[in-house]
């Protein structure tokens, strides 16, 4: 008798657990463990069957930064809303955005550091329109760095006029070389004080924000 058809319902339910699968290996073991094959023995599922839900590692690998994408915006918004001033705003952002590289190293790893395919080698593909919404997730990131960073510095018109979204960029490159630097060890190896030095450091990076 034939296999029943599984209705779309069906095939999301299968392809999120394929996805989170994906992610308890990439959180515990890193990138370099991280393999369609090794997902496919965890989930008793044959690679035939895995490549039914994602045809290529790449479609998997887009709908995970989707996914971490949406726990960072999740995470920084969160931040920013318990905030009472515009100043606290950015200060929050700023420790929240750190705080989530720190103790999701795997995860930031892919994210940022990784030189894997981004949207633009994607277009003319058949994971053209994937990548696409994965990059309009990431870009909520960066939208509300721009806002939060634009309604501060509104209320500071002696800090002048520059382009809020090239602080924002400046200011992740800072809060990331940070992250880099913990995440690496190498920040423990030459820190007098690593707790008090992470916090003045992250508090120098915005400093070409808050003037």
Do not use: W
Not at 3 to 32: W, Y
């Amino acid at each position: 008798m034939p296999k029943a058809t599984r209705s779309p319902e069906e095939i999301d339910a299968v392809k999120e657990k394929i996805l989170n699968c994906a992610f308890e290996i990439l959180v515990k073991n890193g990138f370099e463990r991280l393999s369609m094959a090794r997902i496919g023995a965890k989930m008793k599922m044959t690679a035939a069957n895995l490549y039914n839900y994602y045809s290529n590692k790449d479609e998997l690998l887009i709908a995970i930064h989707k996914k971490a994408y949406a726990m960072l915006y999740n995470k920084i918004s969160y931040a920013v809303e318990r905030s009472d001033s515009p100043l606290e705003k950015i200060s929050n952002m700023a420790y929240a955005f750190v705080d989530f590289g720190v103790k999701n190293a795997n995860i930031y790893d892919v994210m940022f550091n990784r030189a894997i395919r981004q949207y633009s080698d994607y277009i003319g593909t058949p994971q053209e329109e994937l990548s696409f919404d994965e990059f309009r997730s990431s870009l909520k990131v960066l939208f509300l760095a721009i806002k939060v960073i634009r309604e501060y510095r509104e209320t500071m018109p002696d800090l002048g006029k520059d382009d809020p979204k090239f602080l924002a960029i400046q200011s992740i490159s800072a809060l990331h070389g940070i992250v880099s630097l913990h995440n690496s060890g190498v920040f423990y190896q030459i820190a007098d004080e690593p707790d008090a030095d992470f916090k003045n450091i992250v508090d120098k990076a915005l400093s070409c924000v808050t003037g």
